[in-house]
């Protein structure tokens, strides 16, 4: 890798050692998500209820895949808004119109992921 003429080297660990720093970085990543997200901690308790139930209710695989698919997709979604939000909180805290529009775009994906979730209840339930 080369940086300004400058060659950069870093390790980067491989095969066994990769997997599992990245899977250690994962779990501080929900740990850290968890503690300091409340609103993750909300989407997180509407999923302990949300997907057993889409396994209960979903006749097939199909169907218990599109009911519980959502919910993870939104927990996901949560996931990546909360990391846009504190990187743009560790630029800084003054108003930015960009910061802001950042957090708002990374808003609306969370809702839309709601939408979906709802959209996917409403259509599997309905076409029964």
């Known amino acids: 890798m080369e940086a300004d003429g400058v060659t950069l080297e870093r390790y980067k660990p491989r095969g066994l050692t990769r997997l599992l720093r990245a899977l250690g ?8 998500a ?3 997200e409340a609103a993750f901690r909300q989407e997180l308790a ?3 209820v949300v997907i057993p139930l889409g396994l209960w209710l ?7 895949v599109l009911l519980v698919a959502p919910v993870l997709i939104l927990l996901i979604v ?5 990391a846009i939000e504190a990187t743009v909180d560790r630029i800084g805290f003054e108003r930015h119109a960009l910061a802001g529009l950042a957090k708002d775009i990374g808003s609306a ?3 839309m992921s709601f939408v979906l ?4 209840w409403l259509i599997v339930f309905l076409s029964r």
């Open 25 to 32: 970085a994962s779990v501080r990543g929900l740990i850290g």
């Open 109 to 111: 994906a969370v809702f």
């Open 117 to 120: 979730l709802i959209s996917v």
């Open 46 to 48: 509407l999923a302990i």
């Open 78 to 82: 949560e996931l990546l808004n909360s």
């Open 58 to 64: 979903g006749h097939g695989a199909v169907e218990r």
């Open 34 to 36: 968890y503690r300091e």
